[in-house]
């Protein structure tokens, strides 16, 4: 008798330990957020394909809608991987904003900032991805894998981005000797290193001279081509202006492929 007890209290300890961890894994929200991150791909996709040529604004709405509609309410609950759960908030960002451009429908830019936010969608989408496989249904497949194409795409073009603007950053042009005293104006040459990684076809930057009372006393443009990485190259322009700060910015970039 006193064996059975203790061998029924083991088990009722067994039982009481699963249901307990059991019951914590359920606190974390990881796996249900990836059950319902599928399901809302494919109920978009699902109505993609009901209509194909429908490019209605309201169409666009219910396309966006069928996804937050089963995600939306993730942003705030509890994740045991906390980069799921950053990406996760990020693609939900990611849908609202580009539901957001709706607003612009009917313009001349509203494909160009849809189709912008669509990039940016998927390459959250991807981020997700690698953390852990979002898995769809075999019809799908081949339309997650053009998404995770896109954003691959996206990642490449932020990451070409982010690289260009260090680059803008570590331009320091210097004021050079002026060849006769009477001269009104100065030179300023900057010699740059091209460490984007990429070829850059064309780079037109805009150089504003700010004098002492912080205002613009002028504007120049400066351009380069065909910027191998690695290679360095020289920049010049000539202002009369008094030349308190230097402000370089990004006016147009092509890289190569």
Known sequence: MKKILTLLTAVLTVSL???????????????????????GLEARWSLSDSDPD??????YKQLDKKELDSISSYSNKKFKNDKLHEHAIAYINALKKQKATLKYYGSDSFYDKWNKATSNRNAELLAINKIQKVKVSAKYKDYLEELKGSGKAQVEKNNQNKELSNLIKSINFEAQPKEYPEDTFTTYKAVVKNTTGKTIKNLGLIVKIIDKDDTTADTQYVNTENWENGDKVKLSFDTDAEVNQIKVSKDYVEFGK
Request: proline share 0%; with cysteine.
């Open 17 to 39: 330990l699963l249901i307990a961890c059991g019951n914590k894994q359920d606190k974390y929200a990881d796996q249900a957020f990836m059950n319902d991150l599928s399901k």
């Open 54 to 59: 429908n490019e209605s604004k309201d169409f």
